[in-house]
């Protein structure tokens, strides 16, 4: 699945001719065919081309399993003399079947454009599919994923979502459990009155006493700490750098997206509040949100240490200066706050796994850092100020766990967009030294 550059394809012929734009596909859809073998999945690939097709030799698609190295290619070459008019823009493309997918498995396809410029910009588009699941997968990976706790007193009423009928599933049990002592609660639900939630209490709870709380059939564990005051989560306030560009730019988004569904976090992002940034301007919605969130995670990238200029013109360079501004602010104020001895943990630094820890200012080392998607696990007992371990037990909650993020399609995005950015980084350092 090596990408066929412009002169290997062309360049014999006329140099001059590789000196062109070529983009990337649109409307890439995935179908599934019916397959004769129950235990896997079979597809094929649609796509059209962009409008710049003056120097379009091709498509190669490529299909590969999240978290897996096995790579599947095809390659499609036009004839050589073969000269694309703008209406064939409209032509629907598709590829041969690609067969044997396995069940419950997440795939990511790309489509690439040939002959790959030499500008490597935007010339592919990808998706990330999943294939089906069988009923006994289905079954062992199903859990609650609507969860309410309301508290009176020392009462709790916990409300989940019940299991599609087609699983079979007609029994449930709760476990509760803090300093030693476990708490079971057996629960059948009365489907003839609801049949797609159910309500319980837990009863006899110790005010001020964090509780951890597990509803199967599944693994998903539910933090419950009684206060007398109703929980709110945790506001999150991400900040990047753009230097990176786009890819680096969609995976803080990702980030973001995974924190707030699965770490019960309220994240903050300027990306979902452009209306506000731009109404208020990049570095008072900044100063505001730092003031009002109570974790400030700063998303570390080499982009920190490439300072643009405050007097370029560009767009692009007055976002990255300005998010300079607002780390040597954060620096700031964590150089305050640990001269007056004051606690540092609502500032944290991060680094994705395509980063060095030496992309990290100076000014952040004092704080708490992370490589994420690893340290996934760290960066929620933070968060939650949930201890990780204790003696003779440690706290797993499987959908972000190092390898059981990538199960939720929040996660599989998130890791995809790193893969991409990390993809991205790279070919622009090999650029740069060309």
């Known amino acids: 699945c090596i990408p066929w550059p412009c002169f ?30 129950s235990q896997s999945d079979t597809i094929i690939v649609s796509w059209k081309p962009s409008y710049y097709i003056a120097f379009l030799r091709g498509f190669q698609v ?29 032509r629907v493309y598709k590829s041969d079947p690609f067969p044997g997918l396995s069940l419950g498995s997440q795939y990511a396809v790309t489509v690439m454009a040939l002959p790959v410029p030499e500008e490597w910009e935007s010339f592919y588009r990808s998706e990330i599919f999943s294939t089906r699941k069988n009923g006994f997968e289905q079954c062992k990976n199903w859990y609650p994923k609507h969860i309410e706790v309301q508290q009176e007193g020392t009462a709790i009423t916990v409300t989940f979502n019940l299991a599609p009928p087609n699983l079979g599933i007609r029994s449930y ?22 049949k797609t939630h159910h309500s319980y209490q837990l009863s006899d709870l110790q005010e001020g006493t964090n509780y951890t709380c597990e509803e199967e059939v599944g693994n998903q564990e539910e933090l419950v700490s009684l206060r007398k005051n109703r929980l709110t989560p945790p506001r999150l306030l991400i900040c990047y750098s753009s230097h990176e560009g786009p890819a680096h730019v969609k995976a803080v988004m990702q980030l973001g997206v995974f924190i707030q569904q699965h770490m019960a976090t309220q ?24 003031r009002e969130s109570d974790f400030v995670l700063v998303m570390c ?32 104020e964590v150089g305050r706050a640990k001269a007056w001895g004051q606690d540092l ?70 890791q995809w967009a790193i893969y991409e950015a990390g993809m991205a980084l790279e070919g622009k350092g090999q650029h740069s030294l060309e």
């Open 267 to 290: 994240v903050c992002l300027d990306l979902w509040d452009s209306l506000s940034v731009a109404e208020e301007g990049s570095m008072a919605w900044h100063c505001r949100q730092i």
């Open 345 to 414: 943990s609502k500032y944290m630094a991060a680094i994705f796994e395509y980063s060095e820890e030496t992309d990290i200012p100076t000014e952040l080392r004092l704080i708490s850092h992370y490589v994420l998607t690893s340290d996934l696990p760290l960066l929620f007992s933070h968060l939650h100020g949930v201890a990780l371990h204790r003696p003779g037990a440690y706290l797993k909650i499987d959908h972000i766990s190092e390898k059981g993020f990538a199960k939720v399609p929040a996660g599989a995005a998130l």
């Open 62 to 90: 490529s299909l590969q399993a999240l978290g897996g190295t096995s790579i599947a290619c095809q390659l499609f070459l036009f004839h050589r003399n073969l000269s694309l008019p703008t209406s064939h823009a409209q």
């Open 173 to 194: 049990f709760s476990l509760c459990y803090t300093n030693g002592r476990k708490k079971y609660t057996d629960i059948i639900p009365d489907l003839t009155t609801n």
């Open 301 to 332: 990238s080499r982009g920190f240490n490439q300072r643009p200029k405050p007097e370029d013109d560009d767009g692009d360079e007055d976002q990255a200066y300005s998010s300079d501004a607002i780390i040597q602010l954060i620096g700031a």
């Open 8 to 37: 290997e394809l062309l360049g014999n012929e006329d140099p001059k001719i590789c000196q062109h734009y070529v983009q990337a596909p649109n409307d890439v859809k995935v179908e599934f065919l019916n397959d004769s073998n």
